[in-house]
């Protein structure tokens, strides 16, 4: 019997290690199966995971691109997206064609039922075109005839609307009859589009720039030119994904990744400013007929643009912008440029600025060419200071003082510009921004008149913006700053970076020289004689200088077609402001810079008219004054705290709603609950538009609004049964 028991337990041993070995040996192919896919086989199954992964329906959360704001926070530039809808028709398995041509559904020899045939009459064209006639204003059987020639010939893409709709139109319309079946059903399609909307319309509307209307494949909205393009990788955000997942009997779509919204930018633009400096252009620019013109004005201590507008001839008195002139524009700067070579000569000791030149007549020739001051035909303006011919704007006393102080060493004159600064890269945040193009001797472009002719502002080539740096130098003690436009990078309204004022030169020159140009440039201004005059004002002291450049065609100038401009700054005192304007071929020019001046005088005198103001609460009270003001109804808290602020008695019980009708008596305001129920109109009387808006809107309502002040009457009467969705119209006296 023992030998029995211990025989057994025996075999029960090797059993036992027999099955400890296949698991062992099972577990060692595990971990080689494990490790094989892991290391040797990964990449071919990661090819399939992708294969696979792609095979599940996905969906692009698009993100919602950043917003543009003003220096102090307007909004310039914001987005909402519209949609377009469209119907495949190509292949009837995607079709429900029998609903669709209202043909009842039932099996073959069957009779169909009141049921389907009210379920057909619920779906087929004919609803679909009552429905989509209603909503658009369309004419129902032409409609209806479209819509059957584009099933008939199996269009791709028919169009239900004629342009791009709101979000909540859309939803509206795929609830229509047949595009309630579904997306797979009736074939419909829907594509998103992105608006951008420029609240302020075309104030610094180049600089700002714009986006493409559709998005790209990956789903961003792009932008195409200016700062939109510029900060395009900041603005767009970051797309998420989503795929649809089985609940139930249902599907939801499941988030995989959420989209993130792009951040927004701060601009400089000061939108008061820029009203006033786009006004100014308009008006000049309308008086001289002019083909185009630009305007930057500029902050002097942080090189900020407070405001840049650029304009061109759209049709005959019509103005728009239309190319980012004072970045882009590669023109022969005229006059303007005289300080910059008077600069050089006196950092040079070339010249003083009581020096005497005489410049004749105003006609002077020089190996072969004539150079000519404007007043030559009155007979010019014989001898004259260096300071002088900077008030008169001489050419020729220019020219002379570079031929005596450069005619053998032409390459000084020009290293003297370019430690200035002029040719430094700005690193303009516009796309598309010019670089200056100053001539250098001993290259191929060189030729003995350049030294003269480059003196006075021409055989270069210069953005108007270079110019406005150099003249903002001057009014900065001689410190350049580097001109830009965006100062804050936001995300959810915090600022995650900032740009800094940026110097490009310390000094431009000496102080001794710096002293010398200022008196020279508020010369130009305010001496009898001075070709700005047309800049002085009795309200605010202007300095700068008058520019006008002929315009070559043909390979030859024209003297009859010109650029006038002016450059400067304000107060000359104490600059807080540097501008420059360009006016393109005026066909209406008085000599000169004067329509240039007179842009830039306007836009002084508005600035100092807008920061200069009275305080009210220093006035008296008129005796015939209102004690009480207007009220309107509507939301109650915010009421109350107005009331309370301007310490105006208030009668009211226990107010529960929080809406609130108003009453008045000669020395007091009496609140009264204003009843909200459910399916019933509220009585809209005396609400201002915003909380009527709101408080329809909040109760599932659409809203048309017409005319200002309050609620006189609703299209639907208080206490009568309303239904979500309809539309009320309200008009406002």
Known sequence: MSHTKQSENKWAEVRYGIVVLLLIALGGLIVVAILRIAYVEKKAWQTIADMEKAKLPKNVIYPERGNIYSSDGRLMATSFPLYSLYIDFRSEKDIDSTSFLQIPKAKKGAVPNEEQIAASLRNGVDSLAYCLARKFGRDERKLRSELM??????????PLTDSPISYFDMKEVISFPYLRLGQFRSGRIVVETVKRDYPY??????????????????????????????????????????????VGRGWIDGIIREAVRGMDIRTTIDLDVQFIAEKALRRMMTITEAEAGSVVVMDVKTGEVRAISNMGIVSPGVYAETGNYAIRDMIEPGSIFKIASIIVALEDTVCRPDDLVDTGKGLFTYQGEVISDYNHASGGNGIITVEEGIIRSSNICISKVAIKGYARNPAKYVEGLYHLGLTEDLHLEIPGAGRPI????????????????????????????????????????????????????????????????????????????????????IGVVEN???????????????????????????????????????????????????????IRQPKRRNAGGDAGAGVVKEIAEGIYVSRNFTDLRKMQAESQAVRIPAIKAGNAEATIDVLKELKIRTERNNLESPWTSISRTDNSIKLADMRIDNGLMPNLAGMGAKDAIYLLESIGLRVKISGRGYVATQSVQAGQRITKGQTISITLK
Request: with cysteine; hydrophobic share 35%; aromatic share 10%.
């Open 149 to 158: 020639a584009a099933f008939r010939r199996r269009d791709a893409s028919f």
């Open 201 to 246: 319309h075309s104030l610094a509307q180049r600089t700002i720039g714009n986006i493409y209307a559709e998005r790209d494949t990956a789903g961003y909205s792009r932008g195409r030119v200016g700062l939109e393009f510029h900060y395009d990788s900041l603005l767009r955000g970051e797309t998420g994904l989503q795929k649809k997942q089985r």
């Open 438 to 521: 100053i001539r250098m001797p001993n290259r191929n472009n060189w030729y003995p008149v350049a030294l003269p002719f480059m003196s006075f502002g021409y055989e270069t080539k210069i953005p108007p913006i270079y110019m406005l740096t150099l003249y903002n130098a001057i009014a900065n003690n001689g410190k350049m700053m580097r001109p830009f436009f965006v100062k804050d990078i936001l995300q959810e309204g915090k600022v995650v970076h900032s740009n800094k004022p940026e110097v490009i030169r310390e000094a431009i020159c000496s102080p001794q020289t710096l002293r010398s140009v200022k008196k020279m440039l």
């Open 528 to 582: 009898e004689h001075g070709t700005g005059r047309n800049a002085y004002s009795p309200l605010i002291r202007i300095a700068g200088k008058t520019g006008s450049a002929q315009i070559v065609k043909n390979r030859r100038y024209q003297t009859n077609v010109l650029n006038v401009s002016f450059a400067g700054y304000f107060p000359a005192d104490d600059p807080e402001y540097s501008v420059i304007t360009v």
